[in-house]
Each structure stands twice: as structure tokens, then as C-alpha cells.
């Protein structure tokens, strides 16, 4: 049973399919140690690993396919509601014919945000998690391999909704983006620190609504920058387009940092 | 809840290693800022570990505590955040707590 993503547990469908009820593409590596285990018995064996390790190991085999392809892969993340699926179908209208955009949608249950993206034009496949609070590398490896991005794509994966668990789960991304939205708390990165710590950018979205909510856009960019002194900061409305041509040239710019076509 | 996730990498790791004998005791090492509850993981722990060589198993997590190091005057400081500022205004780089590690178990 492949216990990185628990989909032996029968729990994980990718595109409402069971993500073992096809054959791997990719060989799975599971190493024992036989030698270690056979002196093993009566006494204390030493590990010393990192308990994340197969995830990163993952992540890296994702990071090495997506250099293999150009592809630019970028993970997003926020709580529920912030507008993760507005920012994603308006990215895709804008861009269209500039440069092809492939999704990966992980949520915990049905396919409505997948129907939305298809809706707005872009290839995608829908994980669910089930019960599971977030994606791993090796869903989003099952999950590339149905969607199969095309050379030089970019890809967008959509989290599920959460500002803890998603922080500590390499995806094999290029980066990192947490989306808050100013109907939410202004206190968000030091409620949340791990999150905000471990992204590049910060999106302050629905910045069309700010006249009418106590959201101190200033207040909520000097909590970032102290959990993460290095966080860029972009002010959109996926609503309104207001802002949103910076997202795209950070985009942009991700992809010539990553040595990728733009 | 990603405790559920962490819980079954380190019934993995430990029940690759035993090879059959049963596991008495697993000690992990977890840090105040890796984002991870004891008491959800051990509950977890025990979940995930039925009907293999893990089940019974006794789960000694020890805690690491948070410490950074200033970049400026290069003085050790204990953090309750994964956040701050050192005294001086320097930033501060985390250099303990962020542990999430197996350390050893005890087999029968």
C-alpha cells in the first residue's frame, strides 16, 4: 500500500477514479533494509529520518519531471473562501493564447471547482482527498500523470482550502502562493505563521471590497514581513482585474527565475 | 489534521525496519514550530499502527524547543514563535525547532 498519500485506504480519487485502480506509470521505489532489520531483534534500532522523507523524495521526482517538461509549476493555498478558484478562472481567461495553463484542483469532496476551471478554458484534473486536509507529492504525481501538461505549460495547483497542513507538504513546486482576502482577519500571517513563512508571495485579494470591510491592507503586509521578511506582497481582485496584471508578470518572472521559457 | 498523515510515515519507517519482531517503543523527535500536536499524533499513532508490528507500540515524542540565532550580534535566543526579532533589531534565523524526525525504536 502506498502510505505517503493513504490511497490504499481507498479514500483518494483522482478525477473521481481511485488513484491505484490503474497501473502506475512510475515505478515505486520502497526500500528495506533487510540487512539492518535481520540484526534487528532485541535491541534499539537507530533511524534517524526525517518523518516527511517520502514526501520529499516525491516532490523532488515531481520537481525533475516538471524541469524534464518546462513545465512551471506553482502551488497555491489559502483558507476556504479567499478566492484560490476566482483567481485561477480569470488567470486562465487573461493568459489565454499567451501560454498554456494546466490545473490541478485538490479538495476534500466534489468536482465544482474543476467544472469551473474546464468552464474557463484550461485542462484539469480534480483530486479528492477524502478526509485528508491537504495534497501531497505523490496525489499530485498521480495527478500529473492524468493531466499530462503539455512542454512548457504552467501548472496551477489549488490546494485544499487550509492554513496548516498544506505548509509543510512539498509538491515539487517552483513556488509558493498564499492567497488571503480582505474579508478575512488582517492578522492571518502571524495567526498562521508556518503558512506564510513558507511562501514567496502573499496575494491580498477581493481588494475591490475594501471600502466596505475593517481589512488594514498595511497591518496585514507588516505581519507578513515579520513571520517572512522576504514575502512579496501583490493586492488583486480576481473580481474586478484590478491588480491582476502584476500576478501575471510575477508569473512571468517565476518562469525566467526557473530558467523556463516566459 | 495532517498528524493522520505524519502518524503513517513513521508506522512505515518503523515497520520496514523490524522486520516481523514486534515494536516496543518509537521515539520521534518533534519541534515546537513543525506544526504538529503530540497529543493528535499519538492518537493517530495508535490508529495507524494496528495490525502491524507497530501496534502497542509506546510513543516517546520529545520536544524540541524553538531557538534562533540573530544574524546581526550572533547571540542564541529562545522563540515561543516561529517569528521575531532579536533585542538589537537583527533578524533572526530559527535554528532549532522545526525538527520532525524518527529517531530510534526498541524491538522485541
Known amino acids: ?262 | 489534521m495532517h498528524e493522520l498523515s505524519i502518524a503513517t510515515a513513521v508506522v512505515e519507517a518503523c515497520a520496514e525496519r523490524s522486520a516481523g519482531a514486534r515494536v516496543l517503543r518509537v521515539r520521534l523527535e518533534i519541534g515546537q514550530f513543525a506544526a504538529v500536536m503530540p497529543d493528535a499524533l499519538r492518537f493517530c499513532f495508535d490508529v495507524c499502527a494496528q495490525g502491524t508490528d507497530v501496534e502497542g507500540a509506546e510513543l516517546d515524542i520529545q520536544e524540541i524547543e524553538g531557538r534562533a540565532v540573530c544574524e546581526t550580534c550572533e547571540r542564541t535566543v529562545t522563540l515561543s514563535a516561529p517569528f521575531g526579532c532579536c533585542d538589537c533589531g537583527g533578524r533572526l534565523r530559527i535554528i532549532a525547532g522545526q525538527e520532525l524526525r524518527v529517531k530510534d525504536m526498541e524491538v522485541a
Open chain 1, 1 to 262: 500500500m502506498c502510505t505517503t498519500c493513504g490511497c490504499g485506504a481507498d479514500e483518494i480519487t483522482i478525477d473521481g477514479k481511485h488513484a491505484h485502480a490503474e497501473a502506475h506509470a512510475h515505478a515505486h521505489t520502497h526500500d528495506h533494509s533487510h540487512h539492518d532489520a535481520a540484526s534487528a531483534h532485541g535491541h534499539t534500532v537507530l533511524l534517524e529520518q526525517d518523518i516527511l522523507a517520502k514526501n520529499r523524495l516525491f516532490a523532488e521526482r515531481n520537481r525533475g519531471w516538471f524541469a524534464g517538461r518546462e513545465v512551471l509549476a506553482i502551488n497555491l493555498m489559502s483558507s476556504p473562501g479567499a478566492g484560490k478558484t476566482s483567481i485561477l478562472e480569470r488567470t486562465i481567461r487573461d493568459l489565454h493564447g499567451s501560454r498554456p495553463i494546466a490545473v490541478l484542483e485538490g479538495d476534500q469532496a466534489t468536482a465544482n471547482d474543476s467544472d469551473r476551471i474546464r468552464a474557463a478554458g484550461a485542462p484539469v484534473v480534480q483530486i479528492n482527498t477524502g478526509t485528508g486536509c491537504h495534497l501531497d507529492a505523490h496525489m499530485v504525481a498521480h495527478g500529473v500523470e492524468r493531466l499530462n501538461p503539455s512542454r512548457g505549460a504552467m501548472l496551477l495547483i489549488e490546494n485544499v482550502g487550509n492554513l496548516v497542513c498544506p505548509a509543510l507538504f512539498d509538491l515539487g513546486e517552483q513556488a509558493r502562493v498564499v492567497i488571503v482576502s480582505v474579508t478575512e482577519g488582517d492578522d492571518k500571517p502571524i495567526k498562521y505563521p508556518h503558512m506564510f513563512h513558507a511562501c514567496e508571495l502573499m496575494l491580498i485579494n477581493k481588494v475591490d471590497l475594501l471600502p466596505y470591510v475593517r481589512f488594514d491592507v498595511e497591518r496585514c503586509i507588516g505581519h507578513a514581513h515579520q513571520v517572512n521578511p522576504r514575502i512579496e506582497v501583490l493586492r488583486v481582485s480576481a473580481e474586478t482585474g484590478e491588480g491582476m496584471q502584476d500576478w501575471y508578470q510575477w508569473l512571468s518572472k517565476q518562469s525566467s527565475i526557473s530558467g523556463l521559457a516566459a
